[in-house]
Structure formats: structure tokens, C-alpha cells
């Protein structure tokens, strides 16, 4: 089975840039999450949606960063315009709650890194 | 809202000794606490997790124990091999589900040969 699907792997832009990234959840998942890992931060929760509707966007930073789950199999992560402490790796995950045990599936990444 | 602090930051270890990684959290009201193992350049993936109304939970070598008093929980992972090596995350949330987790910063497990 298809994991979470996540692109691009690498983004390297320069500031004041849009960058998008994107994720395809497990199918049958209901939930899904974008995280931000730094070292200094760890994992942050951005955002999450459940059944494509966002349910808590409390985690992100600030209006630069927008997201969207226009439909149950895709979502994004606007950052727009990107600055140099954007850089970090972004993680999409997918849980479902029906019947689960709350288990988060991590896809494995997008590194974006701002100069 | 939850704070979930976690110890050591690195931890390197003989290979074919313990490890052991300690976690604290602020609300009582959690009740789930998962561990995810995350290897370089992959994502986190969920290696064992623990309810509240559980002390103990193994499965083979490794082994999560909670105090609900105390409200600590940590990782036991015993005859640590070379692919124990990783970044351990310890987490707790409210609800049982994968909504609402808060994440420890993480421990870096080094097995040395």
C-alpha cells in the first residue's frame, strides 16, 4: 500500500519566493496533518483537517503560511512570500479515526530551505 | 494547553545494553501516550504507544511504562542493536486519537559498535 505522499522531497528558493507543497494522504484517512520540524523547535503541529476541513490552524506562524484540502486525496502548504526562517522539513501525516488506534503515518518530507 | 518535556537530548549506548528515554507531561487530562521512531531522512513512524489506564506495555524489545501520579512515562528498550540508532519522539495527547498531539523535542540514540 501507498504511504503518505509528499513533493517536493528538496526545495531550495530564494526570499520573498512562493513555495507549495503538497501531500496525498493514505486513502481512507479522515484526518490529515502538516508538522514543521526544526532543531531548535522539534515538531510543531501547523494545521489540521478533518474530512477536508481545517480544524485547528492555530499552530501557523503567521498569514504567510496558508493551507488547503480541496478534496479527501490531496492538500497544501502555501508559504508565500518564504524567509530564511522558513527553512525546516515539512511533514504531511494522515490518521484515521474510525476504528484506530491514533496512529500518525508520516510521509517523509519536504526539506525547504530559504536564502 | 499540554507540555510534553523529554530527556536525554542524545543518548549513546553500547551495543547490547538498555536504553532509556524519559518523558514528562503538564495535563493530567492525557491519555494516550505514543513513541515514534524517526530514522535520517524518513519520517517519524509509531513504534509502540500506552493508555492511560495501562502501567506497562512491551513488545519485545522494547517496553513503555507510565505513571499517571507522577505523570511520566519512558521508553525502555533493551539488547539495543546498530538499527536501534534514530531520533526517539515521545508524545501525549487527550481523546485517544492522533488529533491534539503534543511532541516531546526528541532523543538522539546512538548504539555504539
Known amino acids: 500500500d501507498a504511504g503518505v505522499i509528499q513533493s517536493p522531497r528538496h526545495e531550495v528558493t530564494e526570499m520573498g519566493q512562493e513555495v507549495t507543497l503538497r501531500c496525498k494522504p493514505i486513502?481512507?484517512?479522515?484526518?490529515l496533518f502538516w508538522y514543521r520540524q526544526t532543531m531548535m523547535r522539534g515538531l510543531e503541529l501547523l494545521i489540521y483537517?478533518?474530512?477536508?476541513?481545517?480544524?485547528?490552524d492555530s499552530g501557523m506562524p503567521e498569514d504567510r503560511f496558508s493551507a488547503k484540502m480541496p478534496n479527501a486525496s490531496f492538500s497544501t502548504l502555501k508559504i508565500q512570500p518564504s524567509e530564511p526562517r522558513d527553512s525546516a522539513v515539512y511533514f504531511c501525516?494522515?490518521?484515521?479515526?474510525?476504528?484506530?488506534?491514533?496512529?500518525?503515518?508520516f510521509g517523509e518530507g519536504s526539506r525547504l530551505t530559504v536564502l | 494547553g499540554e507540555n510534553v518535556e523529554q530527556h536525554p537530548s542524545t543518548l549513546s549506548v553500547q551495543e547490547g545494553d538498555s536504553a532509556v528515554i524519559k518523558c514528562t507531561y503538564s495535563?493530567?487530562?492525557?491519555?494516550?501516550f505514543p513513541w515514534y521512531k524517526q530514522e535520517l531522512g524518513k519520517g517519524p513512524q509509531l513504534i509502540i504507544d500506552?493508555?492511560?489506564?495501562?502501567g506497562e506495555k512491551k513488545d519485545q524489545r522494547i517496553a513503555v511504562t507510565l505513571n499517571k501520579t507522577a505523570k511520566h512515562f519512558s521508553l525502555h528498550i533493551t539488547e539495543t542493536q546498530p538499527e536501534d540508532s534514530a531520533v526517539y519522539f515521545c508524545?501525549?495527547?487527550?481523546?485517544?486519537?492522533?488529533?491534539?498531539?503534543?511532541f516531546g523535542k526528541g532523543t538522539h540514540l546512538i548504539i555504539q559498535p
Open positions: 501525516a494522515s490518521s484515521a479515526r474510525q476504528g484506530s488506534t491514533g496512529e500518525l503515518f
Open positions: 486513502s481512507g484517512h479522515d484526518y
Open positions: 483537517f478533518n474530512n477536508n476541513v481545517p480544524i485547528d
Open positions: 495535563d493530567s487530562a492525557s491519555n494516550y
Open positions: 500506552i493508555r492511560s489506564n495501562v
Open positions: 508524545a501525549a495527547s487527550k481523546g485517544g486519537g492522533a488529533d491534539g498531539l503534543t
